[in-house]
């Protein structure tokens, strides 16, 4: 983990939005991967397995309960900026961010997505519409697109 600990850690954190957060996860992935008594057998084995447990512990992580009642519902906005695109994503619930930091940062169509979180294909896309339409993005693309095989090959710093 000396080796890709700093990757996993900044993957952990693009997914949930925030260093604690993503502190959080990764350590629960972390227990996830080396507790069940058998370890992966290289560090690229290991790697892989922390980044998959980081995305299941990601997509079920609840939302913090809010310190001010959240401002009522309204039009989606207009995203122009990365401020405004911070704010838009942190509207998103954790599993609708996390997902579509998958679909997007990793490029993951849905069935790859529903695999390596162990969550129904349905509930993927679900997710993937509802974020797609609250930072007014299209639909279709967020929901159709990306790559269907999760084959991952070890390579360089990569989460």
């Given at each position: 983990?000396?080796?890709?600990?700093?990757?996993?850690l900044?993957?952990?954190?693009?997914?949930?939005?925030?260093?604690?957060?993503?502190?959080?996860?990764?350590?629960?992935?972390?227990?996830?991967?080396?507790?069940?008594?058998?370890?992966?057998?290289?560090?690229?084995?290991?790697?892989?397995?922390?980044?998959?447990?980081?995305?299941f512990?990601?997509?079920?992580?609840?939302?913090?309960?809010?310190?001010?009642?959240?401002?009522?519902?309204?039009?989606?906005?207009?995203?122009?900026?990365?401020?405004?695109?911070?704010?838009?994503?942190?509207?998103?619930?954790p599993?609708?961010?996390a997902?579509?930091?998958?679909?997007?940062?990793?490029?993951?169509?849905?069935?790859?997505?529903?695999?390596?979180?162990?969550?129904?294909?349905?509930?993927?896309?679900d997710?993937?519409?509802?974020?797609?339409?609250?930072?007014?993005?299209?639909v279709?693309?967020?929901?159709?697109?990306?790559?269907?095989?999760?084959?991952?090959?070890?390579?360089?710093?990569?989460?």
């Amino acid at each position: 983990m000396r080796t890709h600990g700093p990757a996993l850690l900044a993957y952990a954190t693009r997914l949930t939005g925030g260093p604690s957060a993503g502190a959080a996860v990764l350590e629960d992935a972390l227990v996830r991967t080396f507790a069940r008594g058998r370890p992966p057998e290289s560090g690229d084995d290991a790697r892989v397995a922390v980044r998959d447990a980081v995305r299941f512990v990601a997509v079920r992580r609840e939302r913090p309960a809010p310190a001010t009642p959240p401002p009522e519902a309204t039009e989606a906005p207009e995203v122009t900026d990365a401020s405004s695109l911070r704010e838009a994503l942190a509207g998103l619930s954790p599993r609708e961010r996390a997902l579509l930091a998958i679909r997007y940062g990793d490029g993951l169509a849905v069935p790859a997505i529903a695999s390596s979180t162990a969550l129904r294909e349905h509930q993927v896309r679900d997710a993937l519409a509802n974020a797609a339409a609250a930072l007014g993005l299209d639909v279709s693309d967020t929901v159709e697109g990306g790559v269907v095989d999760t084959t991952t090959v070890a390579v360089g710093d990569a989460p």
